[in-house]
């Protein structure tokens, strides 16, 4: 079975860190592009980082450069987005995405909740 699956959010005070993980299942990510988008009820879903295949190069919005960072294990099968010096404006649910690089095949995790909240 082809599964994203997206752990590591909670409720953390401003300013503080969380390491959220994106474990893939029934394909290996080796020949993804993979990302972190975020969304809140009221937005549409914004893409926040992406890297590539071989681990870079990455993109960022504009919102979160230096203070987020993607990284990916191909071993593990498993993307990372480290967020530190968190704002209550990363509010939101954050999704992980496969995008296959030749086919274009993508994949969607069902979400993680982040909550910046003092």
């Known amino acids: 079975q082809v599964q994203l699956v997206e752990s590591g959010g909670g409720l953390v005070q401003p300013g503080g860190s969380l390491r959220l993980s994106c474990a893939a299942s029934g394909f290996t990510i080796n020949s993804y592009v993979m990302s972190w988008y975020r969304q809140t009820p009221d937005k549409e879903r914004e893409l926040v980082a992406t890297i590539a295949r071989a681990g870079g190069p990455t993109n960022y919005a504009d919102s979160v450069k230096g203070r987020f960072t993607i990284s990916r294990d191909n071993a593990r099968n498993t993307v990372y987005l480290q967020m530190n010096s968190l704002k209550p404006d990363d509010t939101a649910v954050y999704y992980c995405?496969?995008?296959?690089?030749?086919?274009?095949?993508?994949?969607w995790g069902r979400g993680t909740q982040v909550t910046v909240s003092s």
């Open positions: 995405k496969a995008v296959h690089f030749t086919n274009l095949y993508v994949y």
